[in-house]
């Protein structure tokens, strides 16, 4: 096995993964995962929704589209000082990234000078800043970049094939031109998509292979499991099996070994064993907090309970990887939260 980062994957090789038995599978993910990452290492984000709802895009699981009647009341876009201010309690819990989502099919001009002053502000906290705004053009991309923006999340949400069954409001093509603008600008790519949207187990393996045949990999890979939110299209779509679930990490893992695999939305949902085999099948990223822009998420006591029953720790800051003190640091501030919920499970070791 070439532990090489390859561009020239096929849906047939894709497919053949997928079809390795379960333990097979996990083995060569794991294997993967050791050669380019501490596999106890885990990167810590926060996703913080900068503007809610009133979203004229007909993505069928999203609870902020305009089209759809799911309760959520829209916001317009937060005071700059605010998002400094819950950046800065994020990193207080323990966070190394912060992400800015924002409900807009593209961001105007007349977004740009606060959404710059976040990454500006954000970035002199020391953390590695991240944001989702919907389709950027060029220019858009560039200022984002000179501001400090490390990470621009554009997921692609599913295969080329099965994307009109979800998303009509823009095209398919339309995701890729941002995802080149981000990469022209300097900037990382965060890109995945999500499972369980009634897609077939060959639209699972056409998606993977779409990100990993992009010129550069993406640095950051979400695999969402669908969150069905009552009022969307998709509020009654079947469940998807958690090892298909955990088969599509391994399959991620193996596909783009040099890139971080994110446990992305759906975690509610999962048990503490479902987390583990995640991880063990090279998801080495999760989002820390109670909430995903508007969807549940794991409370961070829950999270870092987990983390210490497997023995595992948070990744330090991109600029101090490998430093020793710096993740230690971050470790003991997470613990210090756990600590309040339950003193004496830190005693046990």
């Not at 991240?130 to 554009?154: F, I, K, P, S, W």
């Not at 093509?173 to 600008?185: F, P, S, W």
């Not at 990100?211 to 469940?239: C, F, H, R, W, Y």
Request: aromatic content about 6%.
């Amino acid at each position: 096995m070439s532990d090489s980062v390859r561009h020239d994957w096929s849906l047939a090789k894709v497919d053949a993964l997928f079809a390795l038995p379960f333990n097979d599978l996990l083995f060569r993910a794991q294997t993967v995962h050791r050669q380019f990452f501490d596999p106890n290492e885990v990167q810590i984000s926060t996703l913080l929704s900068i503007k809610t709802g009133a979203c004229p895009e007909d993505c069928k699981y999203c609870p902020q589209s305009a089209r759809y009647d799911t309760g959520l009341e829209s916001e317009r876009l937060m005071e700059v000082e605010q998002v400094i201010q819950e950046a800065k309690k994020a990193k207080q819990n323990g966070s190394t990234r912060f992400c800015m989502g924002a409900a807009w099919k593209n961001p105007k001009e007349r977004d740009m000078p606060y959404l710059l002053k976040m990454v500006e502000g954000v970035k002199s906290l020391g953390m590695e800043t991240c944001m989702t705004l919907g389709m950027l053009d060029q220019n858009q991309a560039q200022v984002l970049a000179e501001a400090g923006l490390d990470y621009y999340n554009h997921n692609l949400d599913t295969s080329r094939d099965y994307y009109d069954k979800i998303i009509t409001t823009r095209t398919y093509d339309d995701r890729l031109d941002t995802l080149e603008n981000v990469r022209n600008a300097g900037m990382k790519v965060c890109s995945g998509g999500i499972m369980g949207l009634g897609e077939s187990a060959t639209d699972r393996s056409s998606l993977l292979m779409q990100l990993a045949n992009l010129p550069i990999q993406p640095q950051s890979v979400p695999i969402n499991m669908l969150v069905k939110v009552k009022g969307t299209p998709l509020e009654d779509a079947a469940d998807l099996d958690h090892f298909d679930f955990i088969r599509c990490i391994a399959v991620a893992r193996i596909m783009m070994p040099q890139s971080h695999v994110r446990l992305s939305a759906g975690r509610e949902s999962m048990n503490e064993q479902t987390q583990a085999l995640c991880f063990m099948a090279g998801a080495n990223s999760i989002f820390y907090g109670c909430k995903l822009l508007t969807t549940p998420n794991p409370e961070e006591s829950e999270d870092m309970r987990l983390l210490r029953k497997l023995g595992m720790r948070p990744e330090a800051v991109s600029t101090h990887l490998g430093n020793q003190e710096e993740e230690e640091r971050l470790y003991r501030r997470m613990a210090t939260q756990q600590t309040s919920h339950d003193e004496n499970f830190y005693d046990a070791s």
